[in-house]
């Protein structure tokens, strides 16, 4: 982990001159778009007390639809990389993210335990969002690569389904074997046997939860219905839930005007989680997304991919973790992981996390 | 009209532990129950203007005989009441044909 | 502050029958009544993850003084519970200004 | 009814060699397709227990929206049909619906009672589910015949909505009246009187039901801006509405997750309703099926035409039927008529159906 | 398992209110409330069909020991009965773990 | 206020031959399109005791898109305009609009109070109502210009927006002020308080309210993204949300369902608000549509803008003018309000007002 830290250090060191003015124009073509603009009105719009109350339904029915999208995008995608490549360019990408996913929640708990004092369980919670990740925030910095004329890999979506469970598992179950040991003289072996039972309902509940069922099934469906069927009837479908289309752009507005309305409550809860929080999220996303990057490069992406990549590993879950976490560890305090996650983390990637990591991306080499 | 005395227990509390203590309450020897989706503010949860992602509230009702209320209420007490935002309450009712709810 | 003691009467069945019964409720001599969705489960319906088709629930609620509280709780024993799924009970309220809820 | 089956044996003798491997083509066609996988995805994920949840509210809007649309790309049709041909094209195809609308719930009633042995109230309680029509099926059965480049005559959506009302009032007035005559010793007048307003109010709110008011409203809007409006000014409307949109295809695909999500959970009752219920939910619809293309081909329609007809008239309704059976049949069980509607019925058609009754169609002459 | 008596207090009423008197409950001694969406007919409003732009109304329901439950009744009664739609009653609670709901 | 209707008068007397016949025609052109019909069909299906139901989440969901539309594309054509002409063109036009926002709550309330003779609260509460706007009318007014080959100028969002809060403000300040005085003499000075705290409350949640937060946002958004972002990576933003496109269209016509289902409960309370409310409804929008079209043409709007600022300063606000009015002036009747607001100006305007707005403006000498 320190090692990491170490190894990002150098980055700063080298940005300068012309790479700090592309990156403000980089910035400004990133932040003056609808997408995170509606991100800043929901979020000034809390903060003033306005009116704007998005229905649950729509949030979750959007949801749905984001996470259905990127699935059946990706299944296509993959489709047409495996018609002409077979597995050889996917394997690598592959394994490095799935790596990537069992890394992230042990560098987060580290962080969190020995440098921040943190206690265990609030530690594994956090670790827990932070090893996996944000189907938003993969979206958002698909659409910032685009505009940047360096699309992503096709098989990108295929990633960001392979990095949604192993973090939050592997922190549940660190979490609830450290918890369970220091609890042991106290506990009674039933409300041991307790526990354990909600740790493996939860994790069979992360495994097959909304955003793994939908994207991974989608992705299937995208795959099988690119390889049957022919192109005319596909074109309905693609049209739907393409991720360049009118659709997916609009509902990402939408989606982000609701981000914004939570995180601006979340903001007053800065105080509560004191500095070491928010400066852990914004600086691990910074290592993590470095990790990414790096990680994605030494496999093969190309720049956009890399960025995505470095997003998404940098990203942490706000939608899948949380239930999860508060399920198996109760004694953490769900203000730290939620505010970490969704008031800092998630606007520090979308505002500044997503040019950073493209900045990154290409000092270590990708085109 | 003959009702039969039984006891309403009523249980709020977050969302993430209201389908298993509803689980729970019939292996307890409830015979049923209604669950339903509230807003809620108390001592350890707030009322969130965008309730989409912050902490959701339910409510959970139980007509049972009083031995399975106590154990209901112990149960719920015990296991949840440390960590969890909930509050539960009894209270009297008398119930129609009341007999088919006692297990 | 005056209270007067009324009657509540709580039914709990499936959707399809609770908005006749809130308006014969009505007819029997309540005042009003108030109705929300619920999930339920009992020993006649099963809670279903996709509630979109499957058996719906509803809670159905009259204040009223005893003599209505009796013919309602009759009128349904006898339409409804037989083939039905739904339970019905009563309960002690005290009701602020509770003489215009007698008609 | 005996004579409709002995009429449709000939039908299996001759599927042989060429027709059956056509029919398994077809079948891929049909099957590895985004809509039927997702209705496959939705079984899968609650026999696993996976954490996908529709909104109730998403699934209220795609059925409002796929009514409307029906309904408003049906007036269309009808309304250049009625300028070409007037009403000499569709009054056969009209009665010959009206009477396969009269004729399906008493077989099906006759089916259950008298070869089933099922009580009366249950019996008609399934024959008015069969009597009417599944506007999704017919969504999916009218994708199908796109696809296979036969599509339907324009106003098969004008057919879809005479099915909807008169197999449920049928089935509803003969269960209610066979089995008041059996109560007629036990039932005091009073009580006789309740059941019969139960019943009038049950009639009166399947014939102005949703998917009627929807169907039939929009339809009549679709005529009359068709004829009023200038082609410019129709297009955004015909644009949102329109069955072969990536709009009416997307919300398909979301409609058959959340009825492959509650057809998964009524797999369990399967166990429940028994042998014959399973082998009534296929077998019937084939009979109808037959029916509705001999009837079909009969008046005129086309191969497209009478396959849709076929798997309108095979289909069974599971969103206007089952609130109807319960006011005013309760004593019929409901996991009989609606496991047999949406756990049997509605997935052989789909996946088995309508290819079969395509090639029905075409055995029988249609082109 | 120690349960402790207090009061339940249910106020039904138009939407527009609700809100506020949650708030004002808690200024008068509450320590929580939990609130939910209903659907209501009585002698000032009436249910429609379409609830969209009609008055809704909500439920909102306090534990609380006798003392603040008159407060509570009592600002109701004056602030909201004459002009809105609304009801309100009292009825007895065993709460468990009762006294942290006394401030 | 009188002087209005003097001035008002000669257009009814100058009405005749070809203009009445343009009128019918373009009647008929406005009538028969699948927005008016689609509330024609929601008042039968309510009256005919229907069963059409819209979820009040879907109805949420389209409010909540109508506006960021209205708004996006709003800020969109601002900056356009504002890229050619500065803001030369429109400081006029905005003048205007902000000067009617304030007269219209006065002549309602004058006309309520003193001819209609209605309580202080309810003359306040009402003219709340008309002093605000509808942005469903704004749309309806806006499509049908477009269909007569009339576009509106590009700024007329921005000047639905102005007229958004203004005549809300002042109507509760006015009513609040006058029965406050009415009470002094019973009401306790703490009941006194409550009802002054009541009052900034409403007032401060009318200027943060939805649609304002939702319009004037966009606005902002469609603005700066106009400014920043290039023509490719805008497009799909636009084609989400403009408002020719099938999505605002097709969302129009399920609105309007709505509105007519819940217009068509109204229309039972039309006896209970008696003649003189019924008149009101009709004639006030004409009275405030003569003004909107005569100052907008001052203002030197084209015949589409005339007319669609005419059918806004017409219109009457339902969404946030009645909970705002319920919490401060609570002794007025809601039914008053809501039924002239609703099952008669809102209806009329749409069916009737618009085109007679268009002659209205075309009179004056719009182009
Ligand atoms: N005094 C109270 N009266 C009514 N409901 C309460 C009260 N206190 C708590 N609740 C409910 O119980 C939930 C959990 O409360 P708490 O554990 O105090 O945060 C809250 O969200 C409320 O819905
Ligand atoms: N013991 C119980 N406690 C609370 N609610 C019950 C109970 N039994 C049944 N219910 C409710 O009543 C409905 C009908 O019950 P049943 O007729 O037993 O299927 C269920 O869906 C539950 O919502
Ligand atoms: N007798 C009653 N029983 C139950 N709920 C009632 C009763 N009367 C009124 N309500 C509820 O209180 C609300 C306001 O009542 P009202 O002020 O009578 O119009 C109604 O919308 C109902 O939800
Ligand atoms: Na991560
Ligand atoms: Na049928
Ligand atoms: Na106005």
Redesign the interface.
Known sequence: MTLSIVAALPLWAVVTGEQLSRMLESL??NL???IP??FV?GI???R??????????????IA??LL?SIG?VGGHELAHEYQMHGVSTIWKPALATLFLGCLTPLTSFVVLRYIGGMSIADSAGIAAHYGSTSAVTYAVANSFVE?TNHPANSFLPTLVTILECPGIAIALVLGAGLSSRERAAKATPERRH?RESKLYEAL??VI???S???MA??L???F??T???DDQ?FQ??Y???QS???????AL??FLL?MG??AG?RLGDLVKVGPFLVAFGILMPLVHGFLGAYFGHAAGLNLGGCTVLAAIVASAS??AA??AV??TL??AN?TYS?TAA?AITFPFNIALGIPIYYEMAKWLGAT | MHLYPLKLVTIVGETVIMEDIADEGLKLGATGYTLSEVIGEGSRSARTVASTIGAKTMKLEFVVPMHVAEAILTHVSHEYFEHYACIAWLADVQVVRGQQYIK
């Open positions: 400004e073509r003056l778009t609808p603009l509606c009105l000034v719009c809390t003033i007390h306005g009116g704007i109350k998005i229905p649950k339904e729509l949030y979750l029915s749905i639809f259905m059946f505009q307790v069979y509940e097959t939860g909304q793994i069922m939908l099934g989608l299937v469906i995208g099988i219905s390889m049957f069927m009837a309905p479908f049209e739907f839930f360049k289309g009118m659709l997916f752009r609009g507005c939408i609701e309305l939570v409550e706000y939608i949380p239930p508060r399920l109760p004694e769900p939620i969704l």
